[in-house]
């Protein structure tokens, strides 16, 4: 197994069915890497020019209550509307469109400009979660509503525009690309294993092999998934066997926000900055019966080597398939000695 696991080899993905190429003899190559410029840190309490501060107005006119918690809010820019023009197009299936009803929501998770979510409480992050549930039960049960998708994407490598600490909840009328492989994929699982989940059965098995796992709250699980594309990438998952946030108890909540508390700072004590990261939860689909998915996020971060040198998706990795050099079992000793040290 260990000789194995030290020469190139590709793991499975089962959520997605696609495969990842490991290669954890390259790590000893001599590589430049790029120089990313590091964020400043002298973000303030309050911008007047931040649209998602409280008290601000906002570039339709709206503005903001002086909120003191968590804040939501219709994007004044939606990818996506409630009322697309009509429209059908096919062409030998090959010239194939059709218009996309959907909503898209902004959260902010505390009226602190300069805060970042491993900055806040538990009890505050928990207020993020109730939020996050409510929006999936609300937006969810709209009849245009196929997926509920909630994502944050922090720090400037990301693409993140504003510091202010915030995510963004897409429904969309169709099932997205990504959660739709997973549907497929858990679907098959269950067919093929009397019904068996598949998270629940690999949460198990990474529990009885413990060399992935980072952290376990009360309810919830970190680990690096065996099949991870990204070089410190995590996937959180509620021990037993839940579809959506709305499922949660309270105690469930508050375990998961332990857990993301945790993990963030962990992330931010590897090398030492504000970790930027995109990450997002793949919950039950909202017009599905079944009770195949397991609800679980993904924490996607870039960053390989210090604050300043991240991973691309480039070269083979565009054309062919994803390929990392660190095992994904060095990257969880190393953030499972953060949270130790905490
Ligand atoms: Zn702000
Ligand atoms: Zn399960
Ligand atoms: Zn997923």
């Known amino acids: 197994m260990t000789d194995f696991f030290s020469g190139s080899h590709r793991r499975r993905n089962p959520l997605t069915g696609e495969w990842i190429l490991v290669s954890p003899h390259r790590t000893q190559r001599p590589w430049q890497g790029q120089i990313e410029a590091v964020a400043p840190s002298d973000i303030p309490e309050y911008d007047p020019q931040c649209y998602m501060c409280p ?37 030998g299936g090959l010239l194939v469109a059709a218009p996309e009803r959907g909503r898209c929501r902004v959260l902010c998770f505390c009226p602190k400009h300069h805060l970042t979510l491993p900055d806040l409480s538990v009890e505050e ?17 709209a009849p245009a509503t196929s997926y509920v998708q909630i994502f944050e994407n922090r720090g400037a490598l990301m693409g993140a525009s504003n510091p202010h600490p915030h995510c963004q909840i897409w429904a969309t009328e169709s099932l997205p690309n990504e959660p739709a492989k997973e549907l497929v994929q858990q679907q098959k699982y269950a067919s093929e294993h009397s019904g068996g989940c598949l998270l629940c059965t690999y ?21 690096v998934p065996f099949w991870a594309v990204w070089p410190f990438e995590t996937l ?7 579809g959506s946030l709305p499922d949660l108890s309270a105690a469930e909540r508050t375990s998961l926000a332990e857990a993301m508390q945790k993990l963030t700072r962990a992330y931010n004590a590897v090398f030492g900055v504000s970790f930027p990261y995109s990450m997002g939860f793949h919950q039950q689909p909202a017009q599905q019966a079944g009770t195949e998915w397991h609800l679980h996020a ?10 300043t040198v ?6 083979f990795e565009l054309l062919g398939m994803p390929q990392r050099d660190i095992t994904p079992e060095s990257a969880a000793e190393r953030l499972r000695d953060l949270v130790t040290r905490g």
Request: proline share 8%; with cysteine.
């Open 125 to 141: 992050i928990c207020a993020v979660v109730g939020a996050w549930a409510q929006e999936t039960a609300k937006l969810g049960a």
């Open 310 to 315: 991240r991973k691309f998706m480039v070269g």
């Open 236 to 242: 959180v998952l509620p021990k037993r066997h839940a």
């Open 203 to 223: 949460l198990a098995l990474e529990f009885a092999r413990k060399e992935r796992i980072v952290l376990e709250t009360r309810d919830f699980a970190v680990l």
């Open 55 to 91: 008290g601000n107005s906002r570039a339709r006119g709206d503005v903001n209550p002086r909120y003191d918690g968590v804040f939501v809010f219709d994007n004044d820019y939606p990818a996506l509307t409630p009322n697309p023009a009509p429209g059908q197009l096919d062409e």
């Open 298 to 307: 993904h924490y996607y971060p870039p960053l390989l080597r210090s604050a």
